[in-house]
């Protein structure tokens, strides 16, 4: 059973450009949050897609935007690259079914390995 | 969401028991209280879930005092792989809910 993967493992832009980062989630999830993690610092959620549309967002500009598939796989875009971009980006799956006792599924989230996006 | 508080950083060794607590002043009733653990450049681990009294797996035991105001995840006999920041969460157990991570805890274990 595959776990979450993410792609590229590291990638190196200049500022200004573009980046595009994939996620598979793992295998019956069907929610995918991403979240981003600065040297040091704990992740801090970017947003989160389910149905293929964005649910929740947290306090990110409007430069990172994202992708769900009909195959629950995600993209994360971010425009117009900063300095401050650098960091590693984490994709995270979960299952907002219920269970099929209609018992509530716990809120745990399986991370991908992540991309080490560095911007020069 | 409610604020966690927990240590910077702990120092072990090999073969103890080490104990990391986290307080959780503001807990709300629907809240459950989640450890994750990270390694260097990878994404963070789910290591253990609970909502009061004691929850225990393979990995470790969650110990959450009547009052909910503070958990303590217990790690038996740690080896040096057990090297790694440790992050207390408190969120609504509804899937999905967006996770709030704080700079967690760096557990350093000598041999």
């Known amino acids: 059973d595959a776990g979450v993967t993410q792609s590229p493992t590291h990638l190196i832009k200049t500022r200004g450009q573009q980046v595009t980062l994939r996620c598979s989630p793992k295998?019956?999830?069907?929610?995918v949050s991403w979240y981003q993690q600065a040297l040091g610092q704990g992740p801090q959620f970017i947003f989160q897609?389910?149905?293929?549309?964005?649910?929740q967002r947290g306090n990110f500009p409007d430069r990172f935007s994202g992708h769900q598939f009909p195959n629950y796989s995600s993209e994360l875009n971010v425009n117009a690259l900063l300095l401050g971009d650098s960091a590693l980006y984490l994709c995270a799956s979960s299952l907002a079914q219920r269970g099929l006792a209609g018992g509530r599924v716990k809120n745990i989230q399986y991370f991908g390995a992540g991309t080490r996006l560095s911007v020069l | 969401l409610a604020k966690t508080t927990q240590p910077i950083s702990m120092d072990s060794y090999e073969g103890q028991e080490v104990n990391i607590t986290c307080s959780h002043n503001?807990?709300?009733?629907?809240?459950?209280i989640t450890w994750y653990q990270q390694f260097p450049s990878q994404g963070p681990r789910f290591i253990i879930q609970g909502y009061k009294t004691k929850v225990t797996n393979e990995v470790a035991s969650l110990f959450i005092p009547a009052d909910r105001k503070s958990s303590t995840l217990s790690l038996p006999r740690v080896s040096l792989s057990d090297t790694a920041v440790y992050y207390c969460?408190?969120?609504?157990?509804?899937?999905?809910?967006?996770?709030?991570f704080g700079k967690g805890t760096t557990l350093s274990v000598s041999s």
């Open positions: 969460l408190v969120a609504p157990n509804q899937a999905g809910t967006a996770l709030i």
């Open positions: 897609y389910y149905e293929e549309e964005e649910r």
């Open positions: 295998s019956g999830h069907d929610t």
């Open positions: 503001n807990i709300a009733t629907n809240d459950y």
